[in-house]
């Protein structure tokens, strides 16, 4: 007998059909044997539409009444699921976020996890209950209701279940795992297996939106295994656990790509120490997320900076950057909006040598130019005309031969 | 400087546009100089979705859950609410039953408030802020979410002004007051300035719908004076309040009705103790509220029983009294949904004799044939064939002079 975490996205609670359908995965799992935590999110489009609510009242809502608003989406997708599983004959019992209790600092709209309490759900578990908790919400130690920021049921799921010292947490969602790259650019694309927690972080810094990122550091640090798969399969998906030698084999995981960057040059800046500094404070203050940095080499004391922002901020930085670089005299700004990142991930990488060679190659056999190069101990990102996004996704998956190993 | 509490319905909630409408007339008291309490209904029709939600998820939905999942509504509106006070520039902040705290007993569905914590509040009040409380919705010593029946937030309202010594509540709803009868029925229904609790309560009792009569029975218990008032207009509305000298004057205050009962008769019963505890306790174990009874004169150690039950519960209790009347020799049994109640409630009744009369004359001198009569001290009533029921209005209301009195 297992204690096993489970967590149902939007798409598989969007209304009482499709609820039910879950209801009888969970039976399905207890009737094995096993104690059954879920955890689920708000319906589909549910939390968008609170969203706009609050927006119609101001556009700049309370973040505190903000977030006791949106979290009434996941109130009644818990009850609604806990309706259902007592009228299937089993115990069944909902828990909101003060309930549980998740406790949360005090950052409303993106709060971090402080501590669970695991006693109410441990006791109803004891009692033959399966325990439906409500993802994305806790409250701080004022009761005051707090949410985790969009993706937050993941999180919750597996904070739960390291607190709970549950044996794995199984994220269902709309896709059946994680795979070596979208299916949606390469039919070739395979389903992993397994993947370390390190390749999940690095896949979803690059643009793979499985999990959300921080439920994947929160698996990490807990070490808590995840499965990832489909709530409309029987499919097995994939595990994100940690590192065994198995991996090692495997040089490259997957290729990801991301179409959310722009490129912005800094043209002509005087090459003196606190420059950078001056250019980057004012985009982090409006916290705009510069991604990668490459200044070219100094000529005559003179230098270029060329970095990525996301492409939803762009008019934003251009705003910022042409006050700043009067100041600091540069000669001009470009902007680059039809770029991608693609990047190829893996933890073999270390022990490989050679990746990054092959990769360069790879692309300049289609005649892809490459704009940028930034590179981690297990991910190396290309930035190139966005034009060529799919083919330089094709042409990694095939220099890496991904469709075959595994 | 004066400390209101002020409760408003659905309809005044029920979209962006309204609840600003409501923001607008807290923000005209709290600027008066006042320190504001706000307690809130859902959103028009919003309780009624969540009901038939929870109700397509389970045809007898665990009332635990169902309390969590009803809650909701009064969550949304109170979150909305402080949204947009604070967008006007005023403190504001919403609680939950559970963060002010209403404290409940364990009657999901129908929960009674057996304490209210006032520290938050109260300290909220004391840095300036309107507080602004949900409705409806209580929790109870274990954290379980509990609500309080229909109407609820009523009482809410009224055990949160009577908690914090609040100097009045002032219920804001779609009517403007109280009327001395349904102007829907007669025109020359005039707006009550003054009531008194008892009043209040006999005519919810007889069928008028203003105010929840819990509402009304708390009020009475902690003297909280209650304005009944329209959230559209600026009328003064109604004081329900206790008895004074100017009230005694007036021997009939209103004249009301209620079209949603019908008519048994069990014919030829035994006349021997213990019939009518056979007759009424298997009703009564189905919650089925009889309200008038009449036995009649006994011949021959026989006698008729009629009594008044909710239309809705006919059906229902043919099939208990069909089974109950074989076991007690009764004849037969007659049902008759043809019938209304018409009441004329008044304080002033206690002290003034020949009202009685004076009503059956009234009604006799339309041709009003009366079926059934009960009395209470400051109320009586008459059951009449229903296709009379506006005629026994009106001619009432002109009896007793209610158009010029007030």
């Known amino acids: 007998m297992a204690l096993i975490v489970q967590k149902y996205g939007g798409t598989s609670v969007a209304n009482i059909e499709k609820i039910r359908n879950v209801a009888a995965r969970i039976v399905e799992t207890k009737e094995a044997g096993n104690d059954v935590v879920v955890v689920l999110s708000a319906m589909a489009g549910e939390t968008d539409r609170l969203i706009q609510l609050a927006q119609s009242a101001s556009d700049t809502p309370v973040e505190r009444e903000f977030d006791a608003l949106i979290s009434t ?52 578990l004891k009692k033959g209950h399966i325990v439906v908790a409500a993802g994305f919400q806790g409250v701080d130690n004022e009761g ?23 044996d794995y947490c199984e994220i269902f969602t709309d896709v059946d795992g994680v795979y070596t790259t979208d299916p949606n650019i390469y039919d070739k694309a395979r389903k992993l297996k397994k993947i370390t927690y390190e390749e999940m972080l690095e896949l979803a810094s690059a643009g793979a939106k499985v999990l959300q990122q921080r439920s994947v550091e929160l698996a990490k640090i807990y070490e808590v295994p ?18 065994d030698k198995d991996m ?18 800094v043209v002509h800046v005087p090459d003196k120490p606190g420059i950078a500094a001056r250019l980057f404070t004012p ?24 970095f990525t922002v996301p492409r939803k901020d762009i008019r934003q930085c251009q705003a910022i950057l042409e006050k700043v670089s009067e100041e600091i005299g540069a000669e001009a700004i470009q902007f680059d909006e039809n770029i991608s990142k693609v990047s190829i991930v893996g933890v073999g990488m270390k022990s490989h040598a050679g990746v990054a060679s092959r990769m360069f190659a790879a692309l300049a056999s289609e005649g892809i130019n490459i704009l940028m190069i930034s590179t981690s101990e297990i991910k190396i990102s290309c930035v190139v005309e966005s034009k060529y996004t799919e083919l330089a996704v094709r042409v990694l998956h095939d220099a890496f031969g991904l469709e075959h190993k595994g």
């Open 144 to 166: 005051n209701i707090t949410t985790l920021g969009r993706g937050g049921s993941d999180t919750s799921a597996v904070a739960i279940a390291a607190a709970l010292k549950a």
């Open 226 to 243: 995840v499965y990832v798969r489909s709530s409309f399969t029987n499919d097995g998906g994939t595990l994100v656990t940690k590192e």
């Open 73 to 124: 989406g996941e109130q009644v997708t818990v009850t609604l699921l806990a309706m259902i599983l007592n009228k299937m004959g089993y115990k069944a019992t909902s828990f909101l976020g003060y309930q549980f209790k998740i406790l949360t600092d005090k950052s409303h709209t993106k709060a971090r996890i402080i501590g669970i309490d695991t006693q109410k759900p441990m006791d109803a």
């Open 283 to 306: 985009l982090s203050d409006q916290n705009i997320v510069v991604d990668m940095i490459i200044q070219n080499a100094s000529v005559d004391a003179y230098t270029d900076l060329t």
């Open 248 to 265: 090692e084999k495997e040089t490259v995981s997957g290729v990801t790509y991301d179409r959310d960057q722009a490129k912005i040059t």
